[in-house]
């Protein structure tokens, strides 16, 4: 199988099994846990985070080395490096994204 496949052809080829990873519609964009008001939440939540922070490191590290260039390329400028991890940052973009996909 050539790897220069397009999704689209990709999709024809395997109709049942791979479709839902080709759509940038809001069902399938990642979608923030609510946050629960009890303790056990809230001390879990935490410690996914304290778990979640080299990772979040790792990744602003990398960002942070991009040209202002590159990062445009993605859609990010040098001051919302600082937000890429904010819940409503993301949702923000997500709408965004929704939006350009509709054609509006």
């Not at 940038?24 to 946050?35: I, M, S, T």
């Not at 991890?85 to 929704?98: N, T």
């Amino acid at each position: 199988m050539s790897a220069h496949i397009a999704k689209e052809e990709m999709a024809l080829l395997m109709p049942n099994s791979l479709t839902h990873y080709f759509k940038d519609e809001p069902e399938y964009l990642v979608v923030p846990e609510p946050a629960g008001t009890s303790l056990f939440s809230r001390i879990g939540a935490a410690v996914r985070w304290v778990i979640n922070l080299p990772a979040r490191r790792s990744v602003m590290d990398e960002l942070g080395s991009l040209s202002d260039h590159e990062l445009a390329d993605i859609g990010l400028s040098r001051s919302e490096l600082t937000r890429v991890f904010d819940a409503d940052f993301a949702a923000e973009r997500g709408r965004l994204a929704a939006r350009r996909s509709a054609g509006m």
